[in-house]
């Protein structure tokens, strides 16, 4: 399967949570300029019309991106689990570990390669991987990857109980 946000240009923020729709949108148009094929240079098939368009339709609507990017992140993790080496570069945390910035409402974590803010996470992930109860993010300086486990606090379920 060709990656969508290679595709797209984005390959070097394809675990980027401050990829915007309007990012997205834009390189969808910059991809479909540059790889159109009046204007693509001969032998240059490395990206197509249709392959742009899929990338775009599954980044630019909200549940199908993030269940793409939950795929993405999990099949990078087991390629890397494949080595019969000891594993390095997953941590598991609770995200009552990470640092919340009531400024940006985004909870945060240092790397170990030095990135202050290597790991970031904000609530629209949070939310979008709900039903999962844990979220794989990537840091933003080097390779390393941080599995964020969380809970859900049922509102409903605690308005009935003290009722």
Known sequence: ???????????????????????IKQAYRKAL???HPDK???????????????AYKTLSEPEAKTNYDRELRLQHARNRSDDKIFHT????VDLDDLDYDEKTGEWWRSCRCGQDRGFVITEDELENESRYGELITGCKGCSLWLKVLFGVEDEEQDVKSVA
């Open 1 to 23: 399967m060709a990656n969508h946000y290679e595709a797209l240009g984005l390959g070097h923020r394809q675990f980027d949570g401050s990829l915007t729709a309007q990012d």
């Open 33 to 35: 300029l540059e790889h």
């Open 40 to 54: 693509a240079q001969a032998g240059d098939a490395s990206r197509t019309v249709d392959s742009i368009t899929v």
């Open 89 to 92: 570069g997953l941590d598991i």
